[in-house]
């Protein structure tokens, strides 16, 4: 073992799977196939609410090749509907298609064709006849039939955050900001279909599916099936793309394990592009009324958030960014609340920092508005208003380093060069725009299990049940694993994804690398533990420096093995009963009695705008992050970049449509459903901030994967005032709305 | 998709005979088949169903050539997108035709794809594509435009009628009606050559009928005229993102500046319009003017008077205006 390992954690090493990922060893959903099995194509719903009147199976029967169709006849009483996660349960919906000819919305599950080929069966499906009695619709939030709630109603969890008399300290305000802005309804898009493959064997359910929460999956799909947990597997080891899409069970897949014990067969599907917008879940409308009065100074006296968010008819899904925008920055006056609209739509859920997006795109966007009122430069004015301290419950922060990341990405970006002026920088016929926002993320960490084997050859296995959706989960456990056992990291194998496994949380609120990192460091101390206990080979209490080699030779044939639980800061052994039930105990952010834990950024944004066609494109991004221990240097520049760019994406490119007379999605495709190409993106550039934070978890790790992508679109949003002197409250933001303020 | 027949055409003659099955079979709906990347996209979506694809790929020895004469370009119809860009005197003579390619679509698109399939490429309009929506008088005569209430940001406002007003989605289509070139066509009966700008139907009371094709009849290929005006040329396509993306506003434009006095100009609007779209009342504006803003200005002015707008694509009138003004104002200081 001539390698050291020491320092392994905090290196910018290449990602462990990249080669099976690039050679194509790396098998995703659906590339798994077996022998015998069956394809599914789904047949969806053409209207947002109704019912389903009469189904004519004759064209579709008649297809070479079509072997069965299933609807709500077949499946109505095999499969149960599920509760939401923040209810207690797994899924993302608690609507469950096929359980009743009723339709709450638009691309409903209505019958499932299933044919020897996928052809036959996308034929079989193209040929089945639904008829629907259709009823009047409800899109979104100025339709007349919608049903609006305060979300302290609508949840018993749910908490307004406030102090002080935000609405006399508004009043008595010098200077006063009273604006309100939106963000648009936006899908995930993973490039990996929402694919699922189910087989029965002696009574067992294996279910392979892109999945962030495999634990999460295995107890809802028992529920939902009605059958013992321990008769699920589900496998994920490689993930196309997920961003909080694969986190809750989506209701397909018990559908489709239920007819694939009907049938007796494998089943697989692969749904399409645009099944994927009402299949799954996806990022609901907002609406913000935001109020912030301060000193001439600059000095924050008052800030208000109100807030609205879609939802479907029966579910209570919300984000409730208001537990960040209220605890950014200082100030004795806070008043907020949330509340949710009920619409005939599919339930939203978790995408990428789904309360922080659109919530601190409010914030971010009206304290720009203050700097300009104020004549303070807008990062100026952040550190007039920084704080160590939140201000609704006084708990101090764990660490922050907002105003460092401020400092860095300004430096870096040339910030004291800004001529404040609107639509002073000019490049030829391109209006030139800086703008520059604050982004924070709260870290959380859950329960977690992990099980690390040790062989004589010096090789090592780690097993837990977490979740690579692209991040690099699989190098980080590796790295810990190495630096802790004390070998190379090419010695370590990293198992995850398979609800087989020792129970890890979902990956989502960017618990992952906290969570896991720190029950494998702990499996691993305690493998060297009982390693160095039996071999005596050192006294038990100074062993953390000792090299393996002298006691490798030592071990049994098939190694020795070790078994840790974690309990983060603010979980209680409750916690550890629920990780076996498939249920992550998240603690953290802004929901602990003691302290607070966030991670900070500050984002940069140059853009260019054509003076008379006013398209926007963007030349400069940066980003400047301070998220505690960075454990792959390499692994979390591509996250933030990656949300660098998905933040200006959400700024000036993705909303999808809807039709509002009938409630449904319109640009259902990737042609129109618009992304960044390569030709939007410039020049990325990702600072990270040093920050050591011992009290966060034992290796002082603060999630980032979500950072990124939030404050981006105010930063945009700022520079396309600083570029025009508009100001756009609406995103995205498109040309036609500078014509429109122009004209 | 649905199961459809194929048969691989190579020559003149089994062309000949397919077309002459055709005549006796006229109910059968029969596409040809080149790049693929729109009957691909839409026999998948359940859209077009044909009976039958004729793949006419073989006949590239005959139609996919790039050739000149004194007077004009001649263009094969089953020459790819990318090679008639990529090509050093296309670029060079006639910068319009090779900036619509290039601006188009993605490289793998454009290795593909004919020219010929490329003029006639089917509407974006999702309510078209879209099986599931069941109004819509070009998929289904007589069934309605959802468009006309709906989702209508990126529709067209001129050429429009009541009963459509999905977009014309190319580029190339433009450049060809503003240097007025002309399509051969090939049917049963022989070759017929018509102005490209008679090729596209507006929709009218028919919007089903986009072209003048009769059944079986192919595009063989195009001649581009060379004139004082095609190396003055460009194509500016305006939209939400840099790349990959139809035109919200395009501009083929084209102009014989001398003694800086215009005294030709063609001008063809994309992404406004149901057909590829000659602004010839903006053109009359300019001739004999000398080439400055407050003419290029008037000259937007009109291109867009007629235009029928909806909530949706109002913005367009404007975007169109401020558009053709800017390529006007490229096109005057290019050097040639």
Not at chain 1, 10 to 27: E, L, M, N, Q, Y
Not at chain 1, 294 to 321: C, F, I, Q
Not at chain 2, 125 to 138: D, E, M
Not at chain 2, 282 to 290: C, D, K, S
Request: charged fraction near 20%; proline fraction near 5%; include cysteine.
């Amino acid at each position: 073992m001539a390698e050291t390992a020491e320092g392994v954690i905090g290196k910018d090493v290449a990602r462990i799977d990249g080669a099976r990922k690039v050679t194509g060893a790396a098998s995703y959903g659906s590339d798994f196939a077996l022998p015998d099995q069956t394809y599914a194509f789904l047949v969806t719903s053409t209207i947002a609410r109704g019912r389903i009147r009469h189904i004519d199976e004759t064209a579709a029967r008649r297809v070479p090749g079509v072997i069965g169709i299933y609807t709500h006849r077949d499946i109505a009483g095999k499969v149960k509907a599920g509760k939401l996660m923040a209810d207690g349960g797994y899924l993302g919906t608690s609507i469950q298609p096929l359980t009743s000819p009723d339709i709450l919305h638009d691309g409903q599950i209505v019958a499932v064709v299933i044919g020897e080929s996928f052809e036959s069966a996308r034929e079989g499906a193209y040929r089945l006849d639904v008829a629907y009695e259709r009823q009047p619709a409800s899109a979104s939030f100025d339709d007349a039939s919608v049903e609006t709630v305060a979300a302290s109603e609508a949840s018993k969890t749910h908490e307004d955050p406030k102090v002080g008399d935000a609405e006399t300290a508004f009043q008595q305000a010098a200077l006063r900001i009273d604006v309100s802005y939106s963000t648009p309804t936006q899908h995930h898009n993973p490039i990996e279909l929402f694919t699922t493959l189910c087989h029965w064997s002696d009574g067992k359910l294996t279910v392979w599916e892109s999945s962030q929460n495999v634990w999460g999956y295995k107890y809802g799909l028992a529920e939902q099936l009605g059958i013992d947990p321990n008769d699920i597997r589900v496998l994920s080891p490689f993930i196309g793309g997920a961003f909080g899409s694969r986190g809750s069970l989506t209701p397909r897949t018990a559908i489709i394990a239920e007819i694939a014990r009907q049938l007796g067969r494998p089943v697989k599907l692969v749904p399409t592009r645009d099944q994927g917008f009402t299949i799954a879940t996806y990022r609901a409308e907002t609406r913000h009324h935001v109020k912030l009065g301060a000193t001439p100074d600059g000095k924050l006296v008052s800030l208000s958030h109100e807030a609205w968010e879609v939802t479907s008819r029966p579910d209570n899904y919300m984000v409730s960014g208001t537990k960040a925008t209220t605890r950014l920055y200082q100030c004795p006056n806070i008043y907020s609340k949330v509340s949710i609209t009920h619409a005939d739509r599919n339930t939203p859920g978790f995408m990428r920092s789904p309360p922080e997006l659109p919530y601190l795109f409010a914030l971010e966007s009206a304290m720009d508005e203050l700097a300009v009122a104020t004549g303070i430069d807008p990062i100026e004015l952040r550190r007039i208003n920084d704080t160590q301290v939140e201000p609704i419950k006084g708990l101090p922060y764990t660490s922050r380093s907002l105003m460092a990341c401020f400092d860095a990405g300004a430096k870096a970006f040339g910030w004291h060069e800004r001529n404040p002026k609107p639509g002073a920088m000019r490049d030829g016929d391109w209006l030139v725009g800086w703008g520059c926002a604050s982004t924070m993320y709260p870290t959380a960490v859950a329960p977690a299990a992990a099980k690390v084997r040790l062989m004589p050859d010096g090789k090592a296995i780690v097993q837990t049940a977490a979740h690579d959706i692209g991040t690099g989960a699989y190098t980080v456990i590796g790295q810990v694993a190495a630096e802790r056992l004390g070998l190379p990291l090419a010695n370590i194998e990293v198992q995850i994804g398979d609800s087989d496994l020792p129970p890890a949380p979902v990956a989502g609120g960017s618990n992952t690398t906290a969570s896991v990192c720190n029950v494998v460091a702990k499996a691993c101390d305690r493998l060297r533990q009982q390693l160095f206990q039996q071999s005596n080979a050192a006294s038990a209490t100074d062993i953390s420096g000792m090299p393996l080699d002298a006691v490798l030779n030592d071990l049994p044939k098939d190694g020795i093995e070790a078994y840790a639980e974690n309990l983060p800061h603010g979980t209680t052994q409750e916690g550890i009963g629920k990780l076996y039930h498939g249920h992550s105990m998240l603690a953290g952010g802004s929901e602990l009695k003691d302290r607070i834990q966030f991670a900070f950024g500050a984002e940069f944004v140059e853009l260019r705008i054509h003076r008379l066609t006013k398209e926007i494109r963007c030349s400069r991004l940066i980003g400047a992050f301070a998220c505690g221990r960075i454990v792959n240097p390499r692994t979390a520049r591509s996250q933030l970049m990656g949300g660098l760019i998905w933040g200006l994406s959400s700024a000036l490119h993705e909303e999808t449509e809807i039709d509002q007379a009938s409630a449904r999605y319109y640009n259902d495709d990737l042609a129109e459903y618009l992304i960044p190409v390569n030709a939007d993106v410039r020049e990325v550039e990702v600072i990270f901030v040093p920050e050591e934070d011992k009290a966060i978890n034992d290796l002082g790790i603060k999630g980032l994967g979500e950072l990124g992508n939030v404050g981006t679109n105010a930063a945009v949003a700022n520079a396309v005032y600083h570029a025009t002197g508009f100001r756009i409250r609406d995103l995205p933001i498109r040309l036609e709305d500078l014509l429109a303020v122009e004209s | 998709m649905y199961p459809f027949g194929y048969q691989r055409i190579d020559t003149p003659q089994a062309l000949k005979a397919a077309q002459q099955r055709q005549r006796g079979e006229a109910d059968k709906a029969v596409s040809y088949l080149a790049g693929g990347t729109t009957l691909l996209d839409l026999m998948k979506l359940g859209t077009l169903a044909p009976a039958e694809i004729l793949d006419i790929n073989g006949l590239a020895h005959d139609y996919g050539d790039i050739s000149w004469a004194d007077d004009e370009l001649r263009l094969g119809a089953l020459v790819r997108m990318s090679a008639a860009a990529d090509h050093p005197r296309i670029r060079s003579d006639f910068p319009v035709i090779a900036q619509s390619l290039d601006l188009a679509a993605s490289p793998q698109i454009r290795n593909m794809a004919s020219l010929g399939g490329n003029v006639l490429q089917r509407t974006r309009c999702n309510y078209f594509r879209q099986t599931g929506w069941t109004a819509c008088n070009k998929r289904q005569p007589g069934s309605g435009c959802a468009a006309m209430e709906g989702v209508n940001r990126k529709h067209a406002i001129l050429g429009v009628s009541d009963h459509c007003i999905a977009a014309y989605p190319g580029d190339f289509g433009q450049a060809l009606v503003a240097l007025e070139a002309r399509v051969d066509i090939l049917g049963f009966h022989g070759t017929r050559t018509l102005p490209f700008h008679q090729l596209h139907l507006a929709p009218g009371s028919e919007p089903e009928r986009e072209t003048v094709l009769l059944p079986g009849e192919l595009i063989t290929g195009f001649h581009v005229p060379i004139g004082p005006w095609t190396r003055r040329s460009l194509y500016l396509k305006i939209r939400d993102r840099e790349s990959y993306e139809f035109a919200l506003v395009s501009a083929a434009v084209a102009m014989h500046l001398d003694d800086n006095v215009i005294r030709d100009v063609r001008i063809a609007l994309g992404g406004v319009a149901t057909k590829p779209w000659r602004a010839h009342e903006a053109e009359q504006q300019l001739i004999g003017r000398r080439p400055d803003l407050p003419a290029f200005e008037a000259a937007s002015k009109v291109a867009f008077a007629a235009a029928v707008t909806r909530p949706g694509n109002r913005y367009k009138v404007d975007l169109g205006q401020q558009t053709l003004t800017r390529a006007l104002l490229q096109l005057a200081e290019m050097e040639v």
